[in-house]
């Protein structure tokens, strides 16, 4: 049974943030997440595919679609041969729960593929959660799932204004730390079973609000030419020295 | 005067990296490098601009485009006001040159953004060149250029076979270090004068001719559920290492 035309505008839709929000529905496209997905026990409202695609263990029962109509529904270039709609849930954080294990807080970050490489740098060290500031990519476009390698399956992820919450982190006593040109060399940093790291854009920094919550300025020292670093280089350089044993 | 429709398609060529080998030309359109190779002294063949692109120091004298043949030639979907040519040269690798300074040494990484991102880590850690062996994205690529954020033009990058060069540092008692999941903790890496730091792709690793030249593995310790790191990011931590104090 053709997939009908309703229904292929309503999924190609949800390439857009409004229409997820809205629809409270994001899409999948990538297997190895799909499967992550599933074997986090996360379920899933649907899951279309093409004869060719394997069911995945634990997924409800395949639509079955033909390439051309998952060429009309699919955000890639190249679609893989499944397209899986998840339910949309957006964590909020418990009173007090930043001063238990390690929090990566990315601020102003818009590249969706740093977002996705910055949350399986969190769940390569073990971070308890990522936050994410609202004007930080979404954590559910395409691009920032497909980037994280399934790490977005696994990592506790919150958006939620930073200022705010790591302000109450810092007067219950828990380090704030942040890259900054002028600070601590990061080789002097010990591991420390409960902080935040936070990481600003490349371009623009921490916002002020969150900088005047900062504890500690971390500095990655340079040697050479760049001007800079990658923000998700630099996360894994911090989060890797809060590791060190 | 308009440009010429042959013109035209020449420069539009050169986005392709075997008409880039046979006019022995590449592209930059991103302004920031052009100032730098300017800066760095490196001569550019030419320099198209819109009129409203303000000429930088030191360059030739612009040839003088419109916004739609801008449009024409460039590979941007939103061309930046310049398009710049550059004579393509490949540096080669001078006998013992290994043996001085720290090199970064990528072996298959064919994400251009990646290998721009690890052009603009070696340049901060101050490292004196990165190898490139044939099967890594192109150095002259437009993506690579682009990510690399100026460093395109400041480092000294050779596309190299990487077994033959690596093996003759091993011999002449050079460390070369590669990334492997069950070697000595990243954090037991003291600062070298000199070394090789060698990074293979996420997905396939390292070549077996390159991983049988390795003096000692490397292992950034995982505690959480991420199968690997991105390729940067692990560069990044191991030549931070190498910058310890």
Not at 4 to 31: C, F, H, M, W
Not at 71 to 86: C, D, E, K, Q, Y
Not at 219 to 228: D, L, M
């Amino acid at each position: 049974m053709p997939l009908p035309k309703a229904e292929i505008t309503r999924l190609r839709s949800l390439q857009d943030k409004k229409n997820r929000e809205a629809a409270g529905l994001y899409v999948v496209e990538n297997p190895k997440v799909v499967a992550e997905l599933l074997a986090a026990g996360q379920p899933l409202e649907a899951l279309y595919a093409t004869p060719a695609f394997p069911a995945p263990a634990g997924s409800p029962p395949p639509t079955l679609i033909t390439p051309a109509e998952l060429g009309r529904i699919s955000h890639l270039p190249t679609p893989s041969g499944v397209f899986a709609v998840g339910r949309l849930t957006r964590a909020t954080l418990a009173p007090g729960e930043l001063t238990g294990g390690l929090t990566l807080a990315l601020d102003g970050i818009q590249d969706p593929g740093n977002v996705g490489t910055l949350l399986r740098i969190a769940d390569w060290f073990g971070f308890s959660r990522v936050l994410l500031s609202p004007d930080s990519a979404d954590l559910f476009s395409q691009k920032v799932i497909n980037a994280s390698m399934g790490s977005f399956a696994r990592m506790r992820a919150v958006t939620t204004g930073l200022a705010p919450a790591l302000a109450s982190a810092a007067t219950a006593g828990l380090p704030v730390l942040g890259c900054d040109l002028a600070g601590d060399p990061v080789y002097a940093l010990a591991p420390m079973p409960a902080a935040v790291v936070v990481i600003g854009s490349e371009g623009r920094g921490l916002s002020p609000g969150v900088a005047a919550t900062l504890t500690r300025r971390i500095t990655i020292p340079r040697h050479g030419g760049a001007e800079s670093l990658n923000a998700a280089v630099a996360a894994g350089i911090v989060c890797s020295a809060l590791r060190a044993r």
